[in-house]
């Protein structure tokens, strides 16, 4: 064969470096062999195949990136998009081995999987199970104890819990209750500093020290039904009066009223209000505003840098928790 003849080697479909490799390899001995011209043409061979590797690759990302956004909107609407993250998973492991048609392959599974994804509104609605909570104030502390109650003969699975408090505490962490096993419970507790600017619990201009009112709630969960119901104690030797309790239910369920009103709680006493519950509809279902759904193809490369991290980790927040089971 002599220099001017085309250099035509055998490359697979797939995008394989182990080709770029190989062409490297056959430069080398052209070159040391007094070849320059086939050692060019081989060179340029390798080339052209590490650049459409890093296109690839940077449309890869791109999409891992537009799939993970869109998981994660219909995962905090209330959809089970688990089969769609085991998709999402196997990309990712497919993009990083530098097998990115196969990539695109379970990136568009993964889209599908999401056309599919079934409407859950609240992880347990469906169960058997009671979230308690009591809020009270002491030693300058505000004190949220959470227990969540399984009444199934199954386990929970893992639990997160992230509780909504107003702004004036400091960010709350998400936590792992781990797996609730059948006919047990797990509880936390938070001992939260409230900035003492914008916290008052009193009566007149005075404030209630210590545990002058308490706060208990029990989300009631079964089989597709459930109702919330607000304690407020009055621990003092005031009357409470006009007091407003929120429905504060965790997302995917609503209430039948968003407030309700206790007009009188003599000292030392208690009353209590509650809220019917039901499963909330969704925002936004999947595929709405024309969005393509299969993209894997059609995105063209912008040029933009792309770090290999695909998620950020959260920073530590500045607050004590302390987590007991009873086995």
Same mark, same amino acid.
């Given at each position: 064969?002599?220099? /001017? ?17 190989? *062409?490297?390899?056959?430069?080398? !001995?052209?070159? %040391? ?14 080339? /052209? ?8 690759? !940077? ?17 905090? #609407? ?10 999402? =998973? ?5 993009? *990083? ?24 509104? $609240? ?52 936590? &792992?209750?781990?797996?609730? #096993? ?19 619990? #009193? %009566? ?10 308490? %706060?208990?709630? #029990? ?12 304690? %407020? ?14 429905? &504060? ?7 039948? =009223? ?9 000292? $030392?006493?208690? /009353?209590?209000?509650? $809220? ?7 925002? !936004? ?16 490369? /912008? ?22 089971? =009873?086995?």
């Amino acid at each position: 064969m002599t220099e /001017e003849e085309e250099v035509v080697m055998e490359v697979s479909e797939e995008i394989n470096l182990d080709d770029a490799l190989l *062409y490297l390899k056959e430069a080398e !001995r052209e070159l %040391v062999g007094g070849s320059l011209l086939r050692s060019s043409k081989l060179s340029k061979k390798a080339r /052209e195949i590490l650049q459409r590797a890093g296109e690839q690759h !940077r449309r890869t990302i791109k999409n891992l990136r537009k799939l993970l956004e869109r998981m994660m909107t219909m995962r905090e #609407g209330g959809y089970d998009i688990s089969r769609a993250e085991e998709l999402f =998973e196997e990309a990712v492991k497919s993009a *990083y081995s530098f097998r990115y048609r196969q990539a695109e392959g379970k990136l568009n599974e993964a889209w599908e999987a999401l056309q599919r994804a079934e409407y859950i509104p $609240f992880p347990l609605w469906e169960k058997d199970v009671m979230i308690k909570s009591i809020i009270y104030y002491e030693d300058g502390l505000v004190y949220y104890k959470i227990r969540v109650e399984n009444y199934e003969n199954y386990p929970l699975g893992e639990i997160l819990l992230k509780p909504a408090l107003p702004d004036y505490f400091d960010g709350v962490e998400e936590i &792992n209750l781990g797996e609730v #096993g059948p006919k047990e419970y797990h509880e936390v507790v938070y001992r939260l500093r409230p900035r003492v600017e914008d916290w008052s619990v #009193g %009566v007149d201009g005075r404030l209630l020290k210590e545990n002058g009112v308490m %706060v208990k709630t #029990g989300l009631y969960l079964k089989r597709g039904e459930g109702m919330y119901e607000v304690k %407020v104690e009055n621990n003092s030797d005031s009357i409470l009066r006009d007091v407003v309790v929120y429905a &504060n239910v965790p997302p995917g369920l609503k209430t039948d =009223e968003p407030e309700k009103v206790i007009s009188y709680i003599p000292p $030392f006493g208690s /009353e209590t209000v509650v $809220f019917e519950i039901s499963a909330a509809p969704p925002e !936004r279902p999947p595929g709405e505003e024309g969005e393509e759904e299969l993209v894997m193809v059609q995105v063209e490369d /912008e040029g933009e840098e792309f770090s290999e991290s695909l998620l950020t980790d959260n920073d530590e927040e500045d607050f004590e928790v302390e987590t007991d089971e =009873e086995e």
